[in-house]
Every structure is written in structure tokens, then in C-alpha cells.
């Protein structure tokens, strides 16, 4: 990507193809997954030593995901809070079937 992206509807776009494996929809699932029970653990037992995972789930599986199955960089470096929305939307929108599990078909971008 040579050029910032100047939208979030544009990034968010940017973002389902840096995504577009199964298993690394899978991994971010789960990494979110996570750090949604880690944060209910620690409101409901009032336990915030436990919130030193959220990090480590949340970043963990993303990164773990993009390194060894999407082989690709991170969005995160470049656009931190674009990213972390597009996590919870996707993990939102898998939940609710708007988004697949299954791999989607990746064409190349104009930024590749």
C-alpha cells in the first residue's frame, strides 16, 4: 500500500482482503472470542490482574494468523484504530452469518 486510505468504508474494504483466508478468519474469531470472555471474567470476579490477556489473545491469534496462514503485514502497524474496529466488525458480522468462515476469493488491489 502506497497510498493512505482516506475512508473507513474504504479500509474496511482493504481489510476483508488482507482477511480473506478461512484460517485466518478463524484465528481472529477466536482471538476476539477471547478477549470478550477475559474482560467478562474480570467484571464479573473484579480479577483486573486477568487483563493483561486481552493484548495477548487479542494480538496473539490476529499476528499469529497474518505471519504463518495469510502471510501478509499486519494492518494494525499503519492504521491502529481502523483495525481494531474492522476486528470487531468482522468478528460481529461472522457471528451473525453476514461474513463467511470460508475463505473468500482474493483479487489483486491497486495498493498491491
Given at each position: 500500500?502506497?497510498?493512505?486510505?482516506?475512508?473507513?468504508?474504504?479500509?474496511?474494504?482493504f481489510y476483508l482482503?488482507?482477511?480473506s483466508r478461512t484460517?485466518?478468519?478463524?484465528?481472529?474469531?477466536?482471538?476476539?472470542?477471547?478477549?470478550?470472555?477475559?474482560?467478562?471474567?474480570?467484571?464479573?470476579?473484579?480479577?483486573?490482574?486477568?487483563?493483561?490477556?486481552?493484548?495477548?489473545?487479542?494480538?496473539?491469534?490476529?499476528?499469529?494468523?497474518?505471519?504463518?496462514?495469510?502471510?501478509?503485514?499486519?494492518?494494525?502497524?499503519?492504521?491502529?484504530?481502523?483495525?481494531?474496529?474492522?476486528?470487531?466488525?468482522?468478528?460481529?458480522?461472522?457471528?451473525?452469518?453476514?461474513?463467511?468462515?470460508?475463505?473468500?476469493?482474493?483479487?489483486?488491489?491497486?495498493?498491491?
Amino acid at each position: 500500500m502506497s497510498e493512505r486510505i482516506k475512508t473507513f468504508k474504504e479500509f474496511y474494504q482493504f481489510y476483508l482482503t488482507e482477511h480473506s483466508r478461512t484460517g485466518t478468519r478463524i484465528f481472529h474469531f477466536i482471538g476476539t472470542l477471547l478477549v470478550f470472555f477475559v474482560i467478562g471474567y474480570v467484571i464479573s470476579s473484579g480479577k483486573e490482574r486477568f487483563l493483561w490477556y486481552v493484548p495477548i489473545f487479542g494480538y496473539g491469534f490476529a499476528w499469529l494468523s497474518h505471519a504463518l496462514i495469510e502471510k501478509n503485514r499486519p494492518a494494525t502497524f499503519k492504521y491502529p484504530l481502523w483495525s481494531l474496529i474492522s476486528d470487531f466488525r468482522l468478528f460481529f458480522e461472522l457471528l451473525i452469518g453476514k461474513q463467511s468462515f470460508i475463505g473468500v476469493s482474493r483479487p489483486k488491489q491497486p495498493w498491491e
